[in-house]
């Protein structure tokens, strides 16, 4: 969208999300980021390995990832990947070890 139609927020956001969609087998490794991260495939299905555990997690699960987690995300079939992002100032409730939400 245009910026002269949307001016920038006067704060951080509480929460971002994302949307993506992958091909079967595309896979990446991340460093840990600064927000905590709730992820998941509205289609398909995800593997999440953080140093030497692993998460399969189908499209009706969602893996929580405290914030500073440095994990790598696997796509089985085609799928969407959603992630919501949350502020580090707002983590402090939630769980601190990665954690499968229903």
């Given at each position: 969208?245009s910026?002269?139609?949307?001016?920038?927020?006067e704060?951080?956001?509480?929460v971002r999300?994302?949307?993506i969609?992958?091909?079967s087998?595309?896979?990446?490794a991340?460093?840990?980021s600064d927000?905590?991260?709730l992820?998941?495939?509205s289609?398909?299905?995800?593997?999440?390995?953080?140093g030497?555990?692993?998460?399969v997690?189908?499209s009706h699960q969602?893996l929580?990832?405290p914030p500073?987690?440095?994990?790598?995300?696997?796509?089985?079939?085609?799928g969407?990947?959603?992630?919501?992002y949350?502020?580090?100032?707002e983590?402090?409730?939630?769980?601190?070890?990665?954690r499968v939400?229903?």
């Open positions: 969208m910026n002269i139609r949307h001016s920038a927020p704060h951080t956001p509480a999300a994302i949307s969609g992958f091909g087998g595309y896979h990446w991340r460093r840990g927000w905590g991260e992820v998941w495939a289609r398909g299905v995800i593997t999440v390995t953080v030497s555990l692993l998460w997690v189908p969602s929580w990832l500073a987690t440095t994990h790598a995300v696997r796509m089985a079939g085609s969407t990947l959603r992630q919501v949350v502020a580090p100032a983590c402090g409730r939630l769980p601190m070890q990665p939400m229903l």
